[in-house]
């Protein structure tokens, strides 16, 4: 049968119609998404990004929040890469890293397989394992802070467990002795570092208070990402090790840590990020001290920023963040490649 070209013509133009009405009822979507979006976009731009820029312009400036800003270029950048003190909190976020990185992995993995296994009371275990990660940070400082007194809990529980083996102990101010841990070691053997070398001294006493502090409150944040790692490796391979013979113990290096090694990675870069702009503990315990043993780098820029410890210098404060964004830019994306790397196999 023959059909006249002109109802072909009235089909595609319908179809035509069809497909306008179309796009114009996605573009209305599209409107509507953004203006549902839009006061997010605008704090975002307002707020982080043009805060950012107005940072990096401050950087350049010397200002004091009340006056002009006076232009410097990179006075501020060659300042700070000349202060010792920034340099001492670079070094002691070192030692910080490190050593509570390391630990609240540890720990986190042993309570994460405690936990997994079926023991009586379990969920409150979790619970209260879980407590100090929840609780607020001047909370558990304030504890802290009462333990670490001279005549506090932890000095009488160490004189008493002293004195049950017949020795004795000498109260420490936890939280105002700069005596580094190697300074310590190299009394042991008779030798002696002076404070003016920090750079060979260590962590020192009250540097290590703070991380216990440190690893006590987040280790079971990460303990509850182990147990979802754990929870995703299949009972198959643990059925066959114990057929084969294979002890608990070897079964958790064979099997258990393998698998859990994704997750283990994201823990340590999440927990190198969290050292490198620790602040709270040392904003609320010790200010820096004592002999600047606690200096870290976020704690100083807030310092100078806001004229904490001596005049406003908004404009240097600004330029050590910038050179703290670099390096934490640096060290994630390193910490990034790595993850990739050796994660490809799982």
């Known amino acids: 049968m023959f059909y006249p070209l002109p109802c072909f013509d009235s089909f595609l133009g319908g179809t035509l119609k069809i497909r306008g009405s179309l796009n114009r009822m996605k573009k209305k979507e599209e409107i509507a998404a953004y203006i549902f979006l839009s006061p997010y976009l605008i704090s975002t731009l307002v707020f982080t990004l043009g805060m950012i820029l107005f940072a990096l312009y401050i950087s350049l400036h010397s200002w004091n929040l009340f006056q002009r800003p006076e232009f410097v270029g990179l006075k501020n950048y060659l300042k700070a890469f000349r202060s010792e003190d920034f340099k001492r909190g670079f070094l002691n976020i070192f030692w910080y890293t490190i050593i509570v990185v390391s630990f609240q992995t540890f720990i986190a993995v042993f309570m994460a397989v405690l936990l997994f296994k079926p023991i009586p009371g379990k969920q409150l275990l979790r619970t209260l394992f879980y407590a100090p990660s ?12 009462w333990l670490y007194l001279k005549t506090g809990f932890i000095n009488l529980a160490i004189e008493k467990i002293a004195g049950l083996f017949g020795g004795s102990w000498q109260n420490v101010e936890w939280l105002n002795d700069p005596t580094g841990l190697f300074q310590l070691i190299a009394g042991i053997f008779g030798g002696k570092i002076s404070y003016d070398q920090w750079y060979f001294n260590g962590p020192s006493v009250t540097w290590m208070a703070i991380m216990a502090q440190a690893i006590y ?40 840590f393998p698998m859990l090694r994704p997750v283990t990675m994201m823990v340590v870069v999440l927990g190198t990020m969290g050292a490198i702009q620790m602040f709270d503990f040392v904003k609320i315990l010790t200010a820096g ?56 196999q799982y």
């Open 217 to 256: 409150t987040t280790s079971p944040t990460f303990m509850i990402m182990f147990l979802a790692g754990l929870v995703g490796i299949p009972a198959s391979l643990y059925e066959s090790a114990s057929i084969d013979g294979a002890s608990p113990w070897t079964q958790f290096w064979k099997i258990t």
């Open 134 to 145: 929840v609780t607020s940070t001047v909370v558990i400082s304030m504890i802290f802070w």
């Open 289 to 344: 001290g004592p002999l600047g043993t606690t200096l870290v780098p976020v704690y100083q820029i807030y310092s100078e920023t806001l004229g904490i410890n001596g005049p406003i210098r908004a404009g240097y404060g600004a330029a050590m963040a910038f050179i703290l964004a670099v390096v934490i830019f640096v060290l994630t994306y390193i910490q990034r490649k790595s993850i990739e790397e050796k994660t490809e």
